[in-house]
């Protein structure tokens, strides 16, 4: 048997062939536009994003199957007769619903959005994305007057269009703010608090579907990237996490069968994944919105040329030396969950270089993933090493600094894109195969050398105070 799974990401859609025998091979890659049309906001085409999964998917030739991942908390509404979208899809990095959020967490509303769904009250989480469909685009009223108007994560979208199932799956509706974690169901109280129709909204299954068919193939597969990297990972023990570098980077560990609360250490319990006929499985999850994304930035503004340039450094640790970077250029989510934030650089000398400046990037994305996984920590008995992937995985000294203030064991699979390769076994499991061909063995690993410490995370933690409330202010 052999399936497909399309990799549908922030930056690009890639699909990969995955079969019985466990040959795991890329088939084909497609970038779309990223649209800024005012400070804070961040939106993809829809139709774009469409016809590349549709080409991802016929790359790969004939297949048993079709899994999916999708961003996570990307939005997009559209006409149910049509099918067409009557808006950009409003990305999970967006902040134009800050004030929305900000202004419901004044009046209390976050002990409900907590209790409910599990969460935070944040941009980053779709209901409230969801609902400014409503109040800011003229059609969607209309829409919603006739009973045509759809509301859904990405992959609501794909499913319908590609398939003719206005579905979700039980880990996206988790990022929405609008899911119970009691019941797996839309809750009426969380649609009502951020003002979205609950008939607006998709049916949530479990993880393998079923989610129709296209082009007689059947989709046994739709869920979050980050929860496909998971089972990429092969986690599957309580305590096993791994951390995905891509644009931002996001931890993810193995809660087991009841759901964690995590709301006073700043974690978010999430489900993991659910197969069909089974009880859904949890995970807490802690994210940092800017990874790879920045150290795109400071490429694009000279600070470097080669990537090979941030994989070593000579000098002392930056942050021993009081030279900090707080990488919060689209504010800090876990376990801070400050949008008005600001990424900072504080320990900047007339002897400061551009590679002192690097050496301090790299340590903070390492530093506020540390923070994520302390967080975690404080909840469940971590195990003694962390799986990582994604393109920043390459950087051996960003590995280093973090072994060093996590003092874990950091591992490295052999295998690469763990998202897809998540999706493909997922999917496998969709079309009732219940015995997976075993994942390759770690590439490599990187143990702590003890260079950081206690006084690392100590100082890290002064920046990030300073980096705090900056928009506000």
């Not at 990799?7 to 990969?16: E, I, L, R």
């Not at 096993?240 to 250490?265: C, M, P, Q, W």
């Not at 390769?421 to 390759?440: E, K, N």
Request: aromatic share 8%.
């Amino acid at each position: 048997m052999k399936v497909v799974a399309v990799d549908q990401g922030t930056t690009g859609t890639k699909s990969y062939v995955y079969d019985d025998a466990g040959r795991f091979a890329s088939v084909a890659a497609f970038e779309h536009a990223q649209f800024y049309p005012q400070p804070g906001y961040v939106e993809h085409n829809p139709e774009e994003l469409l016809r590349n999964v549709a080409e991802a998917i016929a790359a790969a030739g004939k297949v048993n199957a079709i899994g999916i991942d999708n961003q996570g908390e990307t939005v997009i509404a559209w006409d149910s007769s049509t099918g067409r979208p009557i808006h950009n899809a409003i990305v999970w990095q967006d902040d134009r619903t800050r004030q929305v959020t900000e202004r419901l967490k004044a009046k209390g509303a976050e002990e409900l959005t907590q209790k409910l769904a599990g969460l935070p009250l944040d941009p980053y989480f779709s209901a409230a994305k969801l609902r400014w469909f409503i109040d800011h685009v003229p059609e969607a009223k209309d829409l919603l007057r006739q009973k045509r108007l759809r509301l859904g994560t990405s992959e609501a979208f794909f499913l319908a269009r590609l398939a003719g199932e206005f579905v979700t799956d039980v880990t996206t509706a988790s990022r929405t703010s609008l899911m119970s974690l009691d019941t797996f169901q839309w809750d009426h109280r969380l649609c009502d608090l951020f003002g979205v129709p609950m008939d607006c909204l998709p049916e949530i299954r479990p993880s393998t579907g079923p989610f129709g068919e296209h082009k007689g193939v059947p989709i046994t597969a739709s869920l979050v990237d980050q929860q496909s990297a998971l089972f990429g990972h092969g986690c599957a023990n309580v305590g096993d996490v791994k951390i995905t570098f891509g644009t931002g980077a996001f931890a993810l560990a193995i809660a087991g069968a009841e759901r964690v609360n995590g709301s006073r250490f700043g974690i978010v319990p999430t489900v993991a994944w659910q197969q069909r006929a089974e009880k859904p499985f949890f995970a807490l999850e802690g994210g940092v919105y800017n990874a790879a994304s920045a150290v795109n930035w400071a490429k694009q503004i000279g600070l470097f040329t080669d990537y090979a340039q941030i994989s070593s450094f000579q000098k002392h640790p930056a942050i021993l030396r009081d030279l900090a970077f707080v990488p919060a250029l689209s504010g800090l989510a876990c376990p801070h969950w400050d949008r008005s934030a600001s990424g900072l650089w504080i320990g900047l000398g007339l002897g400061t270089t551009r590679a002192d400046m690097m050496q301090s990037l790299i340590e903070g994305v390492a530093l506020r993933a540390a923070e994520v996984i302390a967080a975690m920590g404080e909840l469940l008995p971590l195990g003694p090493s962390i799986s990582v992937d994604g393109g920043m995985v390459q950087n051996a000294y960003l590995l280093q600094v973090l072994a060093d203030v996590t003092g874990r064991t950091i591992t490295v699979p052999s295998a690469t894109d763990l998202t897809a390769l998540g999706t493909a076994r997922m999917a496998m499991r969709g079309l009732g195969v219940a015995s997976l061909p075993d994942l390759p063995p770690p590439g490599s690993s990187v143990r702590p050398v003890g260079t950081y410490g206690p006084e690392a995370r100590s100082r890290f933690a002064t920046a990030v105070t300073r980096a705090r409330g900056w928009k506000e202010a």
